[in-house]
């Protein structure tokens, strides 16, 4: 019945979208999808990479996930831990999960997010 994620949404607060699309589109290097026009009213801002699309939505009384999370696979997580670290994000490693090298970070409005590799 399933097939694919199609995409993942995570909240934030109103007139965050500039941090966003530095963050996302600058940070990660994904690229924005312009969003539908009845829904590019409400704010927000949409993002792809590949196969894998982020989907930023306003919320007025927005609260960051802590705990909830997209897990993001990368091709080279040192390169991606650097390049978190060099543009200010948290970097937090995790070695828990067998078989993958993971860390934790944060978008500049307090989203978790995972990005994890195969290991060896």
């Not at 539908?36 to 930023?56: D, I, K, S, T, Y």
């Not at 060099?86 to 999960?97: E, M, N, R, S």
Request: glycine share 10%.
């Amino acid at each position: 019945m399933l097939a694919a994620i199609d995409h993942v949404q995570l909240a934030a607060p109103p007139g965050s979208e500039p941090a966003l699309r530095t963050y996302y589109g600058g940070v990660l290097g994904m690229t924005e999808i312009p969003k539908p026009p009845v829904l590019a009213a409400r704010g927000g801002c949409w993002f792809r990479a590949g196969a894998v699309q982020l989907h930023l939505g306003v919320e007025a009384d927005f609260r960051p996930a802590r705990k909830a999370h997209p897990g993001l696979r990368v091709t080279d997580l040192d390169t991606c831990a650097a390049r978190l670290t060099a543009h200010g994000a948290p970097v937090t490693w995790d070695d828990t999960l067998p078989g993958h090298r993971r860390l934790y970070s944060e978008d500049p409005v307090g989203n978790r997010l995972e990005f994890l590799e195969p290991a060896g």
